[in-house]
C-alpha cells in the first residue's frame, strides 16, 4: 500500500501531486470490506460488488477552474421517458466532508452544482454534482442523510456516492431510486488517503462508477443560463450562516467568478485553485427536526426542497430577489425574477445554499 511522504508534500495543489503523495490505495482488508465509521459511531455500509477499476484519465474543467456546465441554451431537457438508469445520462453525486479537518477538499472545482446543506450541530456538508466534467479524485467522502434523498428525485437514477448512513436510514436509501455507492461496493472506487485521520481522510475515484460524462442533458435541475436579467443590485459580498458554519462569497471582477471561504478561510482545493462558483443562489427552505439522530444524540436538520419560498441569486456582481418553485420531488427547481420572468443563471459552476427561511 503506497504511503504519502509528508505534511509538504501533502499541501501540493496539482492533482499530479495530490494522487502520487497523498492517496492510499485501497486493498482487500481496507475498502473491500464495506465497512466505514459515519456519523453515530458505527458501522453501517454495504456489503461488495466488482467493477472495472478507474483508468486514472481525467477530464479536466475549464481554464477557470470551473466545469463546463450546462449548456447556455436555455431549459435543460428532463429524465428520460424510460426511466432506466444507465452510466451514460446520469449525474454523479458526492457528499463531501465540509469539517475543518476535511479541508482542502479536492475535486469540487469540477463539480456542475454545489449544495450547502445543514448537519447536525449546525455544522455543514456539500454535495457536489458532476455530469459534464468528471474529476479523477473527489473528497473527502462522509455519510449522507434523509434529505439528500429528496433532493436528488429531481435527477434520472443519480448515483449517491457517500461513506455510509444512519443504519434506521439505510432502507430508505436502498428504496429510492437511485444508485447507492459507499466503500466495498464498487472495488477501485474508495481509497483512504495518507495524513488525516479517520473519517476524514476517504476519497473517491468517480471514474470507477461511470464508463463517461453524463452529459448536461442530465442536469435536470430547473435551472436556466443565459444573459443577465434586468434589475438586481451591486452586491461584491454575501455571508450565511448556519449556527457553527459560516459561507461568504466575494465577487472578483478579475476572475468574473465568486470566491467563496469557509468559516472565514478562503477555499482553495488539491487540484483546482480557489473555489470560485459563477452563480451563488442562496435557497429559503423549511428545516426541521428528522427522525435521525447521530450518536450524541443530535437530531439530524431535514431540508425540504420541495414546496416554494424565496431566494437571492448572485451573479456578475449583482443579487437579484427571486422565488423558487419545486411542485414535486421528480420536479426541477425553477426560480424567477420578483416580476415572474425566468431568473437565468451564468454559465459555469453553481452553489446552491440551503438556508433555512424566517
Not at 477552474?65 to 445520462?89: D, M, N, V
Not at 466495498?184 to 473519517?199: K, L, S, Y
Request: charged residues 20%; glycine residues 10%.
Amino acid at each position: 500500500m503506497a504511503r504519502g511522504r509528508g505534511a509538504r508534500a501533502r499541501r501540493a495543489v496539482t492533482t499530479t501531486a495530490f494522487l502520487a503523495v497523498t492517496l492510499t490505495i485501497a486493498s482487500a482488508a481496507g475498502c473491500t470490506t464495506g465497512r466505514e465509521e459515519v456519523d453515530d459511531g458505527r458501522d453501517h455500509s454495504r456489503g461488495t460488488a466488482t467493477a472495472p477499476s478507474p483508468t486514472g484519465q481525467e477530464t479536466r474543467p475549464t481554464p477557470s477552474g470551473q466545469g463546463t456546465g450546462p449548456t447556455p441554451s436555455g431549459q435543460i431537457s428532463g429524465p428520460s421517458p424510460s426511466g432506466q438508469h444507465t452510466a451514460r445520462g446520469s449525474v454523479i453525486a458526492v457528499k463531501i466532508d465540509n469539517s475543518s479537518a476535511a479541508r482542502p477538499q479536492t475535486g469540487l472545482n469540477a463539480a456542475d452544482i454545489v449544495y450547502v446543506e445543514q448537519v447536525e450541530g449546525g455544522l455543514s456538508r456539500l454535495m457536489a454534482v458532476y455530469a459534464t466534467a468528471v474529476p479523477s479524485v473527489v473528497g473527502p467522502v462522509r455519510s449522507a442523510r434523509e434529505s439528500d434523498l429528496e433532493l436528488l428525485r429531481q435527477f434520472d437514477r443519480p448515483t449517491l456516492a457517500f461513506s455510509g448512513a444512519q443504519s434506521k436510514l439505510l432502507p430508505l436509501i436502498d428504496r429510492a431510486p437511485l444508485r447507492a455507492e459507499t466503500p466495498g461496493h464498487t472495488r477501485g472506487a474508495f481509497e483512504r488517503g495518507a495524513g488525516r485521520p479517520a473519517p476524514h481522510n476517504l476519497f473517491l475515484r468517480p471514474r470507477a462508477l461511470l464508463s463517461r460524462e453524463p452529459g448536461a442533458t442530465a442536469l435536470t435541475t430547473g435551472f436556466r443560463f443565459g444573459a443577465a436579467p434586468e434589475g438586481g443590485h451591486p452586491s461584491a459580498s454575501r455571508t450565511v450562516r448556519y449556527p457553527l458554519a459560516s459561507f461568504t462569497f466575494t465577487w472578483s471582477p478579475g476572475r468574473h467568478r465568486y470566491l467563496v471561504a469557509m468559516d472565514g478561510t478562503p477555499a482553495v482545493t488539491t487540484d483546482a485553485g480557489p473555489v470560485a462558483p459563477a452563480t451563488v443562489v442562496v435557497q429559503y427552505v423549511k428545516v426541521h427536526p428528522s427522525r435521525f439522530h447521530d450518536f450524541l444524540g443530535h437530531a439530524t436538520p431535514y431540508t425540504q426542497t420541495v414546496g416554494a419560498g424565496a431566494a437571492t441569486v448572485m451573479r456578475d456582481g449583482r443579487a437579484y430577489r427571486a422565488t423558487w418553485k419545486r411542485p414535486t420531488a421528480t420536479d426541477g427547481t425553477r426560480f424567477e425574477t420578483n416580476d415572474g420572468k425566468p431568473m437565468t443563471f451564468a454559465q459555469g459552476q453553481v452553489w446552491v445554499v440551503l438556508a433555512k427561511a424566517a
